[in-house]
């Protein structure tokens, strides 16, 4: 077993559904407006290796399969973020149809089969939850099904657009570092440039064209990648720690002491191992 603190219970926010604790990571699933469970979904099955867990779905409503979907993916945001797991597996019966494509678009793959093939067993990591968010989102606001998306080595910015590739990418360290929700607010910060168009740039256009689709303009200073990979670090005086990708080969004083090179409040590098 791995040791995770069982209080916690997946963010719900302004999705119109409940989570009712049933147990340790085992909920209840209905609608805001509704006293009547439309399911349930539960983590179980944790291991260290990984680390992971299997995942636990039943519908108890015909008809619900949208609303259980946006549960299982609720559940999979607290699973990534909140207790770290790698991967999520589940198992399902081959004729659960619906479910299974809820699954599917959530970027879970098939990987065995039982039961005389009458079950079969899916898997989904990070990675391909994340892919999987993004390209559902670009299906849904870009007209142009050319466009793809994939991730790259970015480090001190979280996404790109390139009009020439008609390529959405995410930064790999961003999707590692950050929270889904931060991932998804970069997803839609880049399909805004595409929408917008590339004169654009981040001007009034694509800032309207964002926030209409959810984007809250919030800053990104790279600062929690850098705390993370950056390969010098460095203290000042006061101890404002400061990062860099590359070796410093100048003096450099903290900026947040003083505005202005100020030989008082040097910094202090070290390389990391």
């Not at 019966?93 to 479910?99: A, I």
């Not at 009009?163 to 790999?172: A, N, Q, R």
């Amino acid at each position: 077993m791995i040791a995770i603190e069982p209080s916690k219970t997946p963010s719900v926010h302004g999705t119109g559904l409940v989570f009712d604790v049933l147990g340790e990571f085992s909920w209840a699933i209905r609608k805001s407006d509704s006293i009547s469970p439309i399911g349930k979904v539960a983590l179980e099955e944790f291991t260290v290796k990984g680390p992971a867990a299997f995942l636990k779905v039943q519908q108890d409503q015909p008809g619900t399969i949208s609303w259980l979907a946006e549960a299982i993916r609720l559940t999979l945001d607290f699973a990534f973020d909140e207790l770290k797991l790698t991967r999520v597996s589940v198992r399902a019966k081959v004729d659960q149809l619906s479910l299974v494509a809820a699954l599917e678009d959530l970027g879970f793959v098939e990987k065995s089969k039982t039961d005389q093939g009458r079950k079969v067993r899916l898997q989904v990591d990070r990675w391909s939850y994340i892919a999987a968010l993004a390209e559902s989102m670009m299906l849904e606001h870009i007209e142009d099904r050319s466009w793809s998306f994939g991730f790259d080595n970015g480090r001190r910015r979280a996404g790109l657009c390139s009009y020439t590739d008609k390529k959405i990418t995410v930064s790999k360290y961003l999707s590692l570092v950050h929270s889904i929700d931060d991932v998804k607010q970069t997803i839609i910060h880049e399909i805004a440039h595409a929408l917008s168009g590339p004169k654009e740039g981040h001007g009034k256009k694509w800032l309207a064209t964002a926030k209409k689709l959810g984007y809250r303009n919030e800053t990104y200073t790279g600062e929690e990648i850098a705390k993370k990979y950056a390969p010098y670090s460095g203290i000042c005086p006061n101890g404002h720690q400061h990062y860099r990708y590359q070796k410093p080969k100048l003096l450099y004083s903290c900026h947040i002491c003083a505005k202005g090179f100020n030989r008082q409040y040097m910094i202090d590098w070290v390389a990391r191992s």
